[in-house]
């Protein structure tokens, strides 16, 4: 028996950027991108589960974000999480990775013992690799990072595969323990139906609030009780609730600002046109031969 | 005691099995740069064991001073004591800035770090500079500028740490220019102390297989890359005659590497190798920024697309447009032709 948490992102699509997101100037429009669970942490999910399949156990899904990432945790509830809880406070706005993972360790710390942490290696909107091990960090466990495969698991150790550069290596870690996991480390499990006829009716909060507004026959707490007690309720965490000191969330918790952006603008033109002949070739052969360039 | 080296530069020096990384180089002899315009010193930060040779490289590359600690326990690279040390040392001894390799190494290391002493961290910067900065009505003298493609690709960010002591960075190989100095002076090696912790032992390496690369993409001249507008392998086979033909690499962007054209080793790009060979040939390639990002300091860039408003054409210097098929083979026999 095992007690696992998976920390999740939702990100923005960025691997799919299709012609109707692409602005006139070149740019592209964030707001159009559909947002999706990173996949890594899909992959770190399925990990989780194969874990709980061989030893049994419990996994408790984690999120921080806006309320609509709700959506993320639904799904991993379909694929087969326990339990979801959502992190989502305004003030969390802004976090930079620093910031992200004091209010993850500290949700993690929240609900409870456990086991292993798994988490994507990183995310695709900001592929930097880092509320992982920042999040061991304030945890106080080890890490074990670029994981590829669980090779055993035997009462509080934890052996495992992870990559190197040019090959791999076998360590063994002590429980508890922080994994980050990449992406061909599994291959994630479809939707069950039955899950997801059951978890689709699951709501935070916010959403059982919203449900109540202008409707005066229906009151938030005996909703949310009414969906605690069907095991619907996806636990919802602020700032208050985690009781989090202001200064190290959000922006004002984090040191790294963003002082300038661009848009990556393609400038056109600049370079010679070669003809596809065998004299346009030739002549071009020629140049590179007289600049050395080829010899 | 607390000692404040406020302009300091440092570089976390990696070695694997006692051979130093070359991104460590490179990132010396950045520093090298940062440092100076800072009016500050250079510092290498080597752990291992029995690693003293790699100190005069350090110094070769620019570093004033190496931080040296030397013991068996460091041999390898274990997460648990290599950040319990250098979070010691970033806080007792605050340097302004500290670059990693965005290496597997320097990617595990450095955001463990950044956490324990609540440093600004930031990943994979293509460009670093100093300068002064006004951010927010308030005027920060001789900021790092931490400088980053963002959110696929699509953005170029630019990156600040204004509030904190220590400003924490991790570039990718391939990305600094190395430049060894032909004048140079052996500095100060300082001897740090490491005292073994259970801590460390949390997580304990069992075997370790590592294959050297046969590759050398960043050591090539010339560079022949394919991509997936080639449609198949059989074509792709066009890329190899043509690299045959120059002795040159052959390389490709991730789309023919996920399409199984050429295996990863040989992946130009955001994700795979950065490269500035003499000459760099892209046929079939469309060029989307996270590939141009890997070649476009390449000295001289052909780009051979049946597709006149492929992107590649905008880094290259001389465009073909037409069908691989038809012009890498009049390529191949005109060279040969010039040759005879």
């Given at each position: 028996?095992?007690?696992?948490?998976?920390?999740?992102?939702?990100?923005?699509?960025?691997?799919?950027?299709?012609?109707?997101?692409?602005?006139?100037?070149?740019?592209?429009?964030?707001?159009?991108?559909?947002?999706?669970?990173?996949?890594?942490?899909?992959?770190?999910?399925?990990?989780?589960?194969?874990?709980?399949d061989?030893?049994?156990?419990?996994?408790?899904?984690?999120?921080?974000?806006p309320?609509?990432?709700?959506?993320?945790?639904?799904?991993?509830?379909?694929?087969?999480?326990d339990h979801?809880?959502l992190?989502?406070?305004?003030?969390?706005?802004?976090?930079?990775?620093?910031?992200?993972?004091?209010?993850?360790?500290?949700?993690?710390?929240?609900?409870?013992?456990?086991?292993?942490?798994?988490?994507?290696?990183?995310?695709?909107?900001?592929?930097?690799?880092?509320?992982?091990?920042?999040?061991?960090?304030?945890?106080?466990?080890?890490?074990?990072t670029?994981l590829?495969?669980?090779?055993?698991?035997?009462?509080?150790?934890?052996?495992?595969?992870?990559?190197?550069?040019?090959?791999?290596?076998?360590?063994?870690?002590?429980?508890?323990?922080?994994?980050?996991?990449?992406?061909?480390?599994?291959?994630?499990?479809?939707?069950?139906?039955?899950?997801?006829?059951?978890?689709?009716?699951?709501?935070?909060?916010?959403?059982?609030?919203?449900?109540?507004?202008?409707?005066?026959?229906?009151?938030?707490d005996?909703?949310?009780?009414?969906?605690?007690?069907?095991?619907?309720?996806?636990?919802?965490?602020?700032?208050?609730?985690?009781?989090?000191?202001?200064?190290?969330?959000?922006?004002?918790?984090?040191?790294t600002k963003?002082?300038?952006?661009?848009?990556?603008?393609?400038?056109?033109?600049?370079?010679?046109?070669?003809?596809?002949?065998r004299?346009?070739?030739?002549?071009?052969?020629?140049?590179?031969?007289?600049?050395?360039?080829?010899? | 005691?607390?000692?404040?080296?406020?302009?300091?530069?440092?570089?976390?020096?990696?070695?694997?099995g006692?051979?130093?990384?070359?991104?460590?180089?490179?990132?010396?002899?950045?520093?090298?740069?940062?440092?100076?315009?800072?009016?500050?010193?250079?510092?290498?930060?080597?752990?291992?064991?029995?690693?003293?040779?790699?100190?005069?490289?350090?110094?070769?590359?620019?570093a004033?001073?190496?931080?040296?600690?030397?013991?068996?326990?460091?041999?390898q690279?274990?997460?648990?004591?290599?950040?319990?040390?250098?979070?010691?040392?970033?806080?007792?001894?605050?340097?302004?800035?500290?670059?990693?390799?965005?290496?597997?190494?320097?990617?595990?290391?450095?955001?463990?770090?950044?956490?324990?002493?609540?440093?600004?961290?930031?990943?994979?910067?293509?460009?670093?500079?100093?300068?002064?900065?006004?951010?927010?009505?308030?005027?920060?003298?001789?900021?790092?500028?931490?400088?980053?493609?963002?959110?696929?690709?699509?953005?170029?960010?630019?990156?600040?740490?204004?509030?904190?002591?220590?400003q924490?960075?991790?570039?990718?190989?391939?990305?600094?220019?190395?430049?060894?100095?032909?004048?140079?002076?052996?500095?100060?090696?300082?001897?740090?102390?490491?005292?073994?912790?259970?801590?460390?032992?949390?997580?304990?390496?069992?075997?370790?297989?590592r294959?050297?690369?046969?590759?050398?993409?960043?050591?090539?001249?010339?560079?022949?890359?394919?991509?997936?507008?080639?449609?198949?392998?059989?074509?792709?086979?066009?890329?190899?005659?043509?690299?045959?033909?120059?002795?040159?690499?052959?390389?490709?962007?991730?789309?023919?590497?996920?399409?199984?054209?050429?295996?990863?080793e040989?992946?130009?790009?955001?994700?795979?190798?950065?490269?500035?060979?003499?000459?760099?040939?892209?046929?079939?390639?469309?060029?989307?920024?996270?590939?141009?990002?890997?070649?476009?300091?390449?000295?001289?860039?052909?780009?051979?697309?049946?597709?006149?408003?492929?992107?590649?054409?905008?880094?290259?210097?001389?465009?073909?447009?037409?069908?691989?098929?038809?012009?890498?083979?009049?390529?191949?026999?005109?060279?040969?032709?010039?040759?005879?």
């Amino acid at each position: 028996m095992y007690r696992s948490i998976v920390l999740v992102k939702q990100v923005p699509d960025t691997a799919n950027i299709t012609g109707n997101v692409m602005q006139e100037d070149g740019t592209v429009n964030r707001a159009k991108l559909p947002a999706i669970l990173n996949h890594e942490d899909r992959v770190a999910l399925e990990v989780a589960l194969r874990v709980k399949d061989r030893f049994g156990g419990t996994i408790t899904v984690v999120t921080m974000g806006p309320p609509r990432a709700s959506d993320i945790l639904r799904e991993c509830l379909y694929m087969g999480a326990d339990h979801a809880v959502l992190i989502s406070d305004r003030k969390f706005a802004g976090a930079d990775t620093l910031a992200t993972s004091y209010v993850l360790s500290e949700a993690v710390k929240r609900i409870g013992a456990y086991d292993i942490i798994f988490a994507g290696r990183q995310a695709i909107d900001g592929d930097t690799a880092q509320v992982g091990p920042q999040t061991a960090e304030k945890l106080g466990v080890p890490q074990v990072t670029y994981l590829e495969e669980i090779v055993d698991l035997q009462e509080r150790t934890l052996t495992a595969k992870r990559k190197i550069e040019g090959g791999y290596e076998v360590v063994r870690a002590a429980l508890p323990v922080l994994v980050t996991v990449l992406k061909d480390a599994a291959e994630p499990r479809p939707y069950s139906a039955r899950r997801m006829m059951t978890y689709k009716g699951a709501r935070t909060l916010m959403e059982i609030e919203k449900l109540t507004e202008g409707n005066p026959l229906l009151y938030a707490d005996a909703l949310r009780h009414e969906y605690e007690s069907r095991d619907l309720f996806i636990d919802t965490l602020t700032m208050d609730d985690l009781k989090l000191d202001a200064d190290r969330c959000g922006v004002h918790g984090s040191p790294t600002k963003v002082y300038k952006v661009e848009s990556v603008v393609l400038a056109g033109g600049g370079h010679a046109i070669v003809e596809p002949t065998r004299d346009g070739i030739g002549a071009l052969i020629d140049r590179l031969m007289e600049d050395h360039i080829l010899g | 005691m607390t000692t404040t080296n406020g302009n300091d530069v440092w570089v976390f020096i990696e070695q694997r099995g006692g051979v130093p990384a070359d991104v460590s180089f490179e990132l010396l002899s950045k520093g090298r740069k940062l440092a100076s315009a800072m009016g500050g010193r250079l510092t290498a930060v080597l752990f291992g064991n029995g690693i003293a040779d790699v100190t005069r490289e350090a110094f070769r590359h620019g570093a004033d001073e190496t931080l040296l600690a030397d013991h068996p326990a460091l041999r390898q690279y274990r997460t648990m004591p290599y950040s319990r040390l250098l979070t010691g040392l970033v806080r007792e001894r605050q340097p302004r800035i500290v670059l990693f390799g965005a290496t597997i190494i320097g990617r595990d290391l450095a955001p463990r770090v950044a956490s324990a002493t609540r440093s600004g961290l930031t990943a994979d910067c293509t460009d670093l500079q100093i300068a002064d900065v006004t951010y927010l009505r308030k005027t920060y003298p001789q900021l790092l500028l931490q400088i980053r493609p963002a959110f696929g690709g699509n953005i170029v960010a630019t990156i600040i740490t204004p509030d904190n002591p220590v400003q924490m960075a991790t570039v990718r190989e391939g990305v600094m220019e190395k430049h060894p100095l032909t004048e140079w002076t052996e500095g100060t090696v300082t001897p740090v102390p490491y005292t073994p912790e259970s801590v460390d032992d949390l997580v304990a390496i069992v075997e370790q297989h590592r294959e050297e690369s046969r590759v050398n993409l960043k050591g090539a001249s010339i560079i022949v890359a394919g991509g997936y507008g080639l449609g198949t392998r059989e074509n792709f086979a066009l890329v190899y005659d043509l690299a045959h033909a120059l002795g040159a690499e052959v390389a490709g962007s991730r789309a023919a590497v996920d399409a199984g054209f050429i295996p990863p080793e040989r992946q130009v790009g955001q994700t795979g190798v950065t490269v500035r060979p003499k000459l760099y040939i892209a046929i079939g390639i469309s060029g989307a920024i996270q590939h141009r990002a890997g070649m476009q300091e390449s000295n001289k860039i052909i780009a051979i697309n049946s597709d006149p408003d492929a992107p590649i054409f905008s880094v290259s210097h001389y465009g073909i447009v037409g069908d691989a098929m038809e012009v890498v083979p009049k390529f191949i026999e005109a060279y040969k032709n010039k040759l005879k």
